[in-house]
């Protein structure tokens, strides 16, 4: 054999090397590796299946999977009764396809795709049937959603329209999603409902019309509005922000909805309902019959939409028949099939055909045609048929007490083969943290199990599943209670003679990733070792980095997390964000990202490196520049865990698998980041997050009509101004939409000044501007991407341009009557933003706080009112305080501020003086 090594190789080998003997001493190795199963190849666990996904098309004649092509996870077809090997490539992305369905008529199949892991899905179709390319030997996909930067969102895929599908884009506004209609075949797209108001989510019926949407009230909690022709009507349900509500899909009479709830105090578990919508009446379906977990999902006919089985995830599924025949049905197949959890994850439109899903923990699982009419069971494929089963770790529920006597749910797994003693234990900590892990087979469980390691996964108080005493049971607690959890998992199996103290690493990914930084800073003679996977180590940069369509449910995260703008809840989130107390580690720390996460971004990565480097603490850093919130490529995949189980080898003394590829020897040199290079850019503060966070909700009723007289004191250098001025606001209709129309006029040294301002009727965002002082004329329009217009000086003219992020209210009074549209109310906080139209122009950024009820004498008359403070986000000045009435319709009774310093920087008083209701 040669000896001949090529540089990537002998790079590879030194990168792998050199933190051994930089960073660390290896320990020594586990005593029980003689005892482990064969090692396995990492590829068995991590590389692409050689088939998997499979979905029947909705006609029964296909058969449609995922599988490598040129390398990467693309769609192939092939008929349902050809082999696999007669299957054809349909999509040759260059990225592993994420998801993909078929349309309703089986002409189409569709798929999802986004740009290097930055989730801004598209939506694209392809025909199975259309013609091949002859360079990329498949039929042309074409982008049914083509905008830059915009996040399609899937709303309904009807059965009676199938060539057309509902699809929410937020093109004009990042945070918040219109509902468009999209042909399939011709990818026309038309605007259904313009979602202005804040709508978080919206349902369709069977037929494909929207008839709900929800949204988030200003204090976190759900409401559910009815939609009638596109707009929005009543509230016909609520819950607060300690509760679950809202609608799952709706029943085949049309007028009836499936909906989920655990609303009172009486119920702690989700339940299933049938929600009248003509009566508003809410019937309990059923709950857990074991009285566990939260109701946790339900199969229909394909047909007739018929409810046929409820799903309960206890320590294990549990499926609970609602029809004889498909109680029949499973009955069948648990007689025919071996051991597993089934699973229906496709079927005809006829329901004749399904696929059946079958798997365990220690198997991937293996997928099979069942023909319910002829009463046969045919095997499609093995998921992941080179896994040999007989070394896989068994999953076993556990259940331990926390330190407050909170019983924790969780698995244990332990290697195959090796008593359950002294063994070392990674803690495999779940995202969200508003999800859970469940029993099954997992790629990392299992990869862990047979390198050496027990694996603990902990539901910790915050988990979802479990009812909303055990939900809510973690707010504010990151760090806290919820590390607790977690910290005592660890001690209950070193009580156990399970885990040897010596050698617990925690590992996770998202929450789970700030999890492993809070075990290492809070508890740092726990852990030998921490791998964090796009984890979080600054919560208050997390809050205002959070992705805008995020927005509508952002009050959720304040809720559960803390609240940043408070000075209370601010220094609880410095106090549990591990970026400040970095000083505490004291074991080796692998930290890995993707450079394009939108939901974590690799600033918060960047932090704790730069921090443990300037400490120096031991710290590895890789970086995929073409991954976000995870890593679906497969040469990353590998690559990342190459260096994860060499580094738990180093520091847990188990085994690793030293060869690998030289494509992915390579791949892990490329990714792999020196540490002195790295330098914190982009942190989000307050200011980044109000740039494209929705505009808070806004109600136009709340404005009063009519005329208003004003009063305004101007105060400057000793010497005093009084102006009066005139406001007019009435209500008018045009073709589209409702209008407030609001007219102002006065009198100053520097000549007469009016100005019209036309906004919204509902949503109080600006439309069109004109102001006229003198000979000067400024006409202003306003879209939800630009700000527009002239100024006219006569002998000169200036245009006005300003690009928006997202929309904005308009300025003055514009702003003065959004904010008359708020909820108001002690403590109400939000961030807005609008449009400065004038000798700058630029988009002005604000926090508004309201202070407690005051009463107020103004020229008018004394009013019970609400003070608003403006501060400034963006440091520029103009901060100020407005009185407004607390009855509606309400009124601006009084503002006090200054003057920008291009405007004098005088000191203002502005009062009510008079008020007639139209």
Not at 408 to 421: K, N, R
Not at 759 to 778: K, M, S, W
Not at 781 to 796: H, K, L, N, T, W
Request: hydrophobic fraction near 40%; proline fraction near 7%.
């Amino acid at each position: 054999m040669s000896s001949y090594q090529s540089p990537a190789r002998l790079l590879a080998g030194l990168l792998l090397c050199l933190p051994l003997t930089l960073k660390a001493e290896s320990v020594a190795p586990l005593a029980y590796l003689d005892e482990l199963p064969p090692l396995l190849d990492r590829e068995l666990f991590f590389g692409d299946a050689e088939i998997s996904g499979a979905q029947l098309s909705p006609d029964g004649r296909y058969l449609a999977f995922i599988r490598p092509h040129q390398g990467v996870r693309n769609i192939w077809v092939k008929g349902i009764d050809q082999s696999f090997d007669e299957a054809r490539p349909i999509t040759a992305d260059d990225k592993p396809v994420p998801g993909y369905f078929w349309s309703q008529d089986s002409r189409f199949v569709l798929y999802v795709q986004d740009r290097g892991g930055d989730e801004n899905f598209h939506v694209w179709a392809v025909d199975p049937a259309g013609e091949t390319d002859a360079d990329s030997g498949v039929p042309e996909a074409r982008n049914l959603t083509d905008f830059d930067d915009v996040r399609a969102m899937l709303i309904a895929v009807p059965r009676n329209t199938p060539d057309r599908i509902l699809v929410g884009l937020n093109d004009r506004d990042p945070a918040l999603h219109d509902v468009y209609a999209v042909s399939i075949s011709s990818g026309e797209r038309e605007l259904l409902i313009q979602n202005d108001l804040n709508v978080a989510g919206w349902s369709a019926d069977l037929d494909g019309t929207v008839r709900l949407a929800t949204r988030q009230t200003s204090d976190g909690g759900t409401e559910i509005i009815e939609v009638n022709n596109g707009s929005l009507g009543e509230v016909i349900y609520e819950c607060n922000w300690l509760e679950t509500c809202g609608p799952m899909r709706f029943h085949p009479d049309g007028q009836s909805v499936w909906f989920m709830s655990n609303r009172g105090d009486e119920n702690d578990l989700i339940g299933l309902y049938v929600f009248n919508l003509e009566t508003r009446e809410k019937t309990l379906f059923e709950r857990d019959p074991e009285g566990e977990v939260d109701f946790g999902g339900a199969v229909f006919h394909p047909e007739d939409d018929r409810l046929q089985a409820t799903v309960y995830v206890g320590d294990r599924p549990r499926i609970y028949p609602h029809d004889e025949d498909f109680a029949a049905d499973l009955e069948f197949l648990r007689a025919e099939l071996p051991e597993g959890e089934i699973g229906l994850p496709s079927q005809t439109r006829d329901g004749r055909l399904a696929l059946v899903s079958l798997s365990r923990d220690v198997d991937p699982g293996t997928i099979y045609k069942f023909d319910r009419e002829q009463r046969q069971v045919e095997k499609l494929y093995r998921s992941r048929p080179e896994i040999p089963v007989e070394h896989m770790a068994e999953m076993r529920p556990i259940r331990y007490k926390a330190r407050d006597g909170l019983e924790i749910p969780g698995y244990l797994s332990v290697p195959h083969g090796v008593p359950a003693e002294n063994l070392a234990v990674v803690a495999l900590i779940h995202g969200g943290p508003w999800a859970r892990d469940t029993w099954g087979y997992r790629a990392q469980v299992q990869f862990l199990t047979n390198r050496g390691y027990a694996v603990f996964q902990p539901n910790f108080r915050a988990s979802t599943g479990f009812g909303k005493e055990f939900l809510n049971a973690g707010n504010l607690q990151w760090g806290d209670a919820m590390q607790d959890d977690i910290s005592d998992g660890i001690q209950y199996l070193v009580d156990q003679g399970i885990a040897d103290p010596e050698r617990v690493c925690i590992m996770g990914g998202s929450y789970g990733g700030y999890a492993t930084l809070a075990g290492m800073v809070f508890t740092p003679d726990l852990y030998a070792c921490g791998v964090n996977i796009v984890g979080v180590s600054n919560l208050i940069t997390l809050i205002n980095s959070i992705p805008p369509y995020w927005g509508p449910i952002r009050q959720l995260f304040v809720m559960r997390m803390g609240d940043p703008d408070t000075e209370e809840g601010r220094a609880q989130l410095e106090r549990q964000s591990p970026i400040n107390h970095v000083d505490n580690i004291q074991r080796p720390l692998l930290v890995i990202h993707g450079a394009n996460d939108p939901r974590v971004r690799q600033a918060e990565a960047d932090q704790i490196v730069v921090a443990m480097r300037e400490t120096g603490l031991p710290v590895e850093y890789i970086v995929a520049p073409d991954e976000g919130h995870g890593f679906r490529g497969r040469e990353n995949r590998l690559a990342m865990f190459a260096r994860t189980e060499q580094f738990l080898a180093t520091h847990l003394g188990g085994r690793y698998q030293a060869e690998m590829p030289e494509a992915i020897a390579e791949r892990l040199a490329a990714i792999t980041v020196d540490i002195d290079t790295v330098e914190v850019v982009d942190l989000a503060d307050e200011l980044a997050a109000a740039r494209t966070r929705p505009l808070p909700t806004v109600d136009a009723d709340r404005v009063a009509a009519g005329q208003l007289g004003y009063r305004t004191r101007l105060e400057m250098g000793g010497s005093e101004m009084l102006i009066e001025s005139e406001r007019s606001i009435r209500r008018e209709q045009d073709d589209q939409r409702p209008l407030l129309v609001i007219e102002s006029s006065s009198s100053t040294p520097m000549g007469s000044v009016t100005d019209e301002f036309v906004v919204d009727g509902l949503t109080l965002r600006p439309i069109q501007r004109t102001t006229r002082q003198g000979p000067a004329t400024v006409e202003v329009s306003f879209s939800s991407r630009e700000v527009s217009g002239q100024i006219d000086a006569g002998a000169s003219q200036m245009p006005i341009q300003i690009d928006l992020d997202a929309p904005v209210f308009g300025g003055d009074a514009g702003l003065e009557i959004a904010l008359t549209g708020l909820p108001l109310a002690e403590g109400y906080r939000s961030p807005v933003r609008f449009a400065e139209v004038g000798m700058q122009q630029r988009v002005r950024f604000f926090q508004i706080e309201v202070g407690a009820q005051e009463t107020i004498e103004v020229p008018a008359g004394e009013f019970a009112a609400w003070p608003v403070q403006l501060s400034p986000l963006d440091g520029d000045g103009g901060s100020q305080t407005l009185w407004i009435s607390d009855q509606t319709p309400r009124l601006l009774l009084k503002a006090r501020g200054r003057l920008p310093a291009e405007m004098g920087g005088a000191e203002f008083t502005t009062e009510l003086s008079s008020y007639e209701q139209p």
